[in-house]
């Protein structure tokens, strides 16, 4: 009796073994070659894709030309460069001073000058002016050059001396003959050496204030 029922149980197990196992084979993924292709399809895919976007993305990007520089900045650059250190200008005009308002005609006045750059790369100017009615005046500035293109404005400052022909040496003995003086103006260069310059100064005294409109020429080297 007992024999039977172990003959039984076995026969119960063997035969639910059997039939889970082929289902458990069948759950199992095979490797196919099936598979294989459609990993290799998904690839390509996503291969595709990148580059597609890598394109569109390369499509996007604007990238404008460099604007063409004008001729004048090219040729301020390359060409042209104010490298002398020393001019004459020789200049004239007029002067209105407060001591000659009273004139029919305002005085004419010439002037001398001579530019010269230290050895502390500061820029000086020495000159001597003469009026129509006989007075004079010796000076000396400090000049500032905004640019060395062709185009140098510029503004000066310094001190001067009136000279009066009855006065003789004593002109430069007596206080209200000195004064203070300044100026702004520009140089356009016509060739290399050659500038035309214009300029309007101004000088206070002691007794009288003058002002001045001259235009004239420079010669550098």
Same mark, same amino acid.
């Given at each position: 009796m007992r024999t039977r029922g172990i003959l039984l149980f076995l026969t119960f197990?063997?035969?639910c073994s059997f039939s889970i196992a082929p289902k458990a084979w069948a759950?199992?993924?095979k490797p196919t070659v099936e598979t294989e292709e459609n990993k290799s399809d998904l690839d390509e895919s996503a291969r595709e894709t990148t580059e597609l976007e890598a394109a569109r993305a390369a499509d996007t990007v604007d990238i404008a030309p460099?604007?063409?520089?004008?001729a004048r900045t090219v040729k301020y650059q390359n060409d042209f460069f104010y490298a002398y250190r020393k001019s004459l200008s020789a200049l004239a005009g007029v002067a209105s001073s407060s001591e000659t308002r009273? #004139? !029919?005609? !305002?005085?004419a006045m010439g002037t001398i000058l001579f530019s010269f750059?230290?050895?502390?790369?500061? !820029?000086? #100017?020495?000159?001597?002016?003469?009026?129509?009615n006989g007075v004079g005046a010796l000076h000396i500035s400090q000049r500032w050059v905004l640019a060395r293109t062709e185009f140098r404005p510029y503004f000066k400052a310094g001190?001067?001396?009136? !000279?009066?022909? #009855?006065?003789?040496?004593a002109t430069f003995i007596r206080y209200e003959n000195f004064r203070l003086q300044g100026g702004t103006?520009? #140089?356009?260069?016509v060739t290399k050496p050659m500038s035309l310059r214009f300029e309007l100064n101004a000088a206070l005294s002691a007794k009288a204030f003058q002002a001045g409109i001259v235009a004239g020429g420079t010669w550098a080297w």
């Amino acid at each position: 009796m007992r024999t039977r029922g172990i003959l039984l149980f076995l026969t119960f197990v063997l035969v639910c073994s059997f039939s889970i196992a082929p289902k458990a084979w069948a759950a199992k993924p095979k490797p196919t070659v099936e598979t294989e292709e459609n990993k290799s399809d998904l690839d390509e895919s996503a291969r595709e894709t990148t580059e597609l976007e890598a394109a569109r993305a390369a499509d996007t990007v604007d990238i404008a030309p460099a604007p063409p520089a004008s001729a004048r900045t090219v040729k301020y650059q390359n060409d042209f460069f104010y490298a002398y250190r020393k001019s004459l200008s020789a200049l004239a005009g007029v002067a209105s001073s407060s001591e000659t308002r009273n #004139e !029919t005609n !305002t005085p004419a006045m010439g002037t001398i000058l001579f530019s010269f750059v230290a050895p502390n790369l500061k !820029t000086y #100017e020495a000159g001597a002016d003469l009026l129509s009615n006989g007075v004079g005046a010796l000076h000396i500035s400090q000049r500032w050059v905004l640019a060395r293109t062709e185009f140098r404005p510029y503004f000066k400052a310094g001190l001067g001396v009136v !000279t009066i022909p #009855e006065d003789r040496l004593a002109t430069f003995i007596r206080y209200e003959n000195f004064r203070l003086q300044g100026g702004t103006g520009f #140089e356009y260069s016509v060739t290399k050496p050659m500038s035309l310059r214009f300029e309007l100064n101004a000088a206070l005294s002691a007794k009288a204030f003058q002002a001045g409109i001259v235009a004239g020429g420079t010669w550098a080297w």
